[in-house]
């Protein structure tokens, strides 16, 4: 085996054992916090695998999008109302479990099968792209996959629009969802910083 | 413009003449730059915080480090040494695990983008297609440990000093990279290399900041926002915050952080050179002096001027902007958390949005001067 093919082995296994240690990690972690961070060490390993894919504009991107925007606001929102209050017992957690356990575990078997049955290899010298990928991503975006971007854009709107409905309540006379008029004391409350009252 | 030296292939040149195999000598090979740009980061930290020392006490009429070696030029070994030998403290009620990680998270990713700084044609670890986007996408994960130290501390002083620092990197990176967006639209590429080489026709006059002028201010701007450096550098605000995120750190874990942001604004400054102020470039060109003194492009002599005026020119242009970064931290009022905000979502961001689209269509106007 040449070094190339060693290091890319190595790399691939322990990127691989880091997004599945890591994946389980952030269901199973009792602390919420260390879930958002464990969170963003398997969307790093994510990008690494795109990496040893040669897709470098696509791991760039994903670290950019996923570690840089969505887990820091993730974890920013986890801190900022960070409360540590007791969480309810539920009656009957066993059936629960047992429910998501076999629910997870017909999921995994029907990857398993897809894996399985699909052809993987691609007869076509396409994965030789390398540092032409920008330019090729690009082109794609711009021409047959143009509708799918513009709608991506609508639906970020979407969200920017929900986002300032619900932080700013006070430039509305008329709560959106009851249509009854607004508790202006409760926005002065709301308005007041979180963190006052941690100690 | 395939010309300037390749170290790489005469180091393995010479290697293969002792009988190794090509790929024993890229392995020796593979580390070396690596190295060499980690020392040349560490040492450009001990000059900065020398500058630092130097300038603010130019500007308040002191005199300075003195009497550590002439000029007190080993100050900032003393200061590292003492950082290094003192003790590694973690507070009882911190987070062991993300108090002792944060700190390497946040500097990381600032060596890393080490990787994409030319210094000339070949100096320089990887050309890697995307170049200037992995800058942008590794400075983005800086947050995530500023975050992580803040909340591990225990402290509402480190945890208000972390909201803040990410708040501030994502509202300022966004302007940072439509900047950027707009000199790789005049590139046509990511790569630093294809950047600098695009502002090498005419010397001087072919710099990206006269046809950037708005691009540039945005940049430096948002390069000073996201170093933290005053008049921006509310995250450790000493007056509110106690020293924000850092403010539970001792010993080698906050010399970290002090490393890694005199090597940001070092990484800063060095991109500001590379993406505006033509690099590694002479303000006269090279083939002209080459042509001045009738000696052909690929003559060794031309060759090895021309390897160490790039990088004296590129360090040369980094420092200069440095000591504007000193001389503003040390005469500029730190600005309110309302007003950073609006100024970076208010206003850096619509110029420049418009920056980018007026780049588009000088480009398609003035393909000769906006890169067709």
Not at chain 1, 161 to 182: E, H, Q, Y
Not at chain 2, 199 to 206: D, E, K, P, R, V
Not at chain 2, 367 to 372: A, C, L, R
Request: glycine share 8%; charged share 15%.
């Amino acid at each position: 085996m040449s070094i190339a093919i060693t290091t890319q082995f190595i790399c691939f296994t322990v990127l691989s054992l880091v997004v599945i240690i890591g994946a389980i990690g952030v269901v199973l972690l009792e602390s919420i916090v260390y879930s958002a961070f464990l969170l963003g060490g398997v969307f790093m390993s994510v990008a690494g695998l795109y990496l040893l894919l040669n897709a470098s504009f696509v791991a760039a991107a994903q670290v950019l999008v996923y570690v840089g925007a969505v887990n820091v606001l993730i974890i920013f929102a986890i801190m900022l109302v960070n409360k540590k209050e007791d969480l309810k017992p539920i009656n009957d957690i066993k059936s629960r479990r047992v429910i998501s356990t076999s629910i997870c575990l017909t999921l995994l078997s029907l990857l398993i099968r897809v894996d399985l049955t699909n052809v993987w290899s691609l007869s076509s010298p396409q994965n030789s792209i390398g540092e032409e990928s920008t330019i090729r991503i690009g082109e794609h975006l711009f021409s047959d996959y143009l509708l799918p971007f513009e709608v991506a854009s609508v639906l970020l709107l979407m969200a920017m629009i929900g986002a300032i409905v619900l932080a700013r309540r006070d430039v509305m006379s008329k709560d959106i969802s009851t249509g009854l008029p607004v508790d202006q004391e409760l926005i002065e409350k709301s308005s007041e910083p979180l963190l006052t009252n941690k100690n | 413009m395939e010309y300037g030296l390749d170290l790489e292939y005469s180091f393995n040149e010479f290697l293969k003449g002792f009988g190794l195999s090509s790929e024993i000598a890229h392995i020796i090979w593979l580390p070396l730059p690596m190295l060499l740009v980690l020392v040349a980061a560490v040492v450009g930290v001990l000059v900065t915080v020398w500058l630092e020392r130097k300038i603010s006490a130019a500007a308040q009429q002191r005199i300075g480090p003195e009497y550590a070696g002439a000029l007190g030029v080993l100050q900032p070994i003393a200061d590292g040494l003492k950082l290094l030998v003192k003790e590694d403290i973690i507070p009882a009620k911190a987070d062991g695990i993300l108090f002792t990680a944060g700190p390497i998270l946040v500097l990381v990713p600032v060596i890393l983008s080490w990787l994409i700084v030319p210094f000339g044609q070949n100096l320089l670890i990887s050309n890697v297609g995307i170049g200037i986007f992995l800058w942008i996408a590794l400075s983005s994960i800086q947050p995530i440990g500023l975050l992580m130290s803040g909340y591990a501390s225990n402290n509402k002083y480190s945890l208000l000093g972390g909201l803040r620092a990410a708040a501030q990197s994502i509202s300022y990176e966004i302007p940072l990279a439509l900047s950027v967006l707009a000199i790789v639209l005049m590139t046509n590429s990511l790569s630093t290399v294809d950047i600098v080489n695009q502002q090498s026709g005419a010397g001087i006059l072919s710099w990206n900041i006269w046809r950037q002028p708005v691009g540039f201010i945005v940049f430096w701007i948002c390069a000073l926002a996201e170093c933290e450096r005053l008049p921006f550098d509310l995250p450790e605000a000493e007056e509110e915050l106690v020293a924000g995120y850092q403010t539970e750190y001792a010993g080698m874990k906050f010399a970290l952080f002090y490393l890694g942001s005199y090597i940001n604004l070092i990484l800063s400054a060095l991109l500001v050179s590379i993406l505006y102020l033509g690099g590694w470039g002479f303000p006269i060109p090279v083939e002209l002096i080459a042509k001045f003194l009738n000696l052909p492009i690929n003559a060794p002599f031309i060759q090895v001027f021309t390897a160490s005026i790039g990088i004296v020119m590129t360090v040369l242009k980094a420092y200069l902007l440095v000591f504007i970064a000193i001389l503003l931290r040390w005469t500029t009022p730190r600005v309110r958390i309302d007003q950073l905000l609006d100024l970076g979502w208010k206003f850096l961001l619509p110029i420049s949005l418009a920056n980018l689209l007026i780049t588009a269509g000088l480009k398609l106007a003035f393909p000769q001067f906006f890169g067709g």
